[in-house]
Nanobody, 125 residues
Framework: VQLQASGGGLVQPGGSLRLSCAAS????????MGWFRQVQGKEREFVAA????????YYSDSVKGRFTLSRENAENTVSLQMNSLKPEDTAVYYC???????????????????WGQGTLVTVSS
């Protein structure tokens, strides 16, 4: 499985960005797919995740109500719509996939087996 994340960039506070993660290698329609972020010198932080049940989407408290995760099984992609961005959202964002199928996503980075290369999001005026 290979993951390619895209969509990062520089945005002003209050702005929006949409990240996408395209997966190749096999269908991931039943796999857990998640987004994490990391600031240099800090641990990787959970952002959002979904299992094969589209209704089971988890968000971290810090992004709930501002970020929306969606998956497009036909295209083998998962997206993260980020609205009302804040300077503290600045980080490298990673998409990840868990090998085994689970109904719900996981908030633990150690549960994921495949990682994309990361895309930088900078929120600054």
């Amino acid at each position: 499985v290979q993951l390619q994340a895209s969509g990062g960039g520089l945005v002003q506070p209050g702005g929006s960005l949409r990240l996408s993660c395209a997966a190749s290698g096999r269908s991931l329609s039943r796999n857990v797919m998640g987004w994490f972020r990391q600031v240099q010198g800090k641990e990787r932080e959970f952002v959002a995740a979904v299992g094969y049940s589209a209704g089971s989407i988890y968000y971290s408290d810090s992004v709930k109500g501002r970020f929306t995760l969606s998956r497009e099984n036909a295209e083998n992609t998962v997206s993260l719509q980020m609205n009302s961005l804040k300077p503290e959202d600045t980080a490298v964002y990673y998409c990840a996939v868990r090998s085994a199928p689970y109904r719900s996503g996981s908030i633990y980075a150690t549960d994921y087996d495949y990682w994309g290369q990361g895309t930088l999001v900078t929120v600054s005026s």
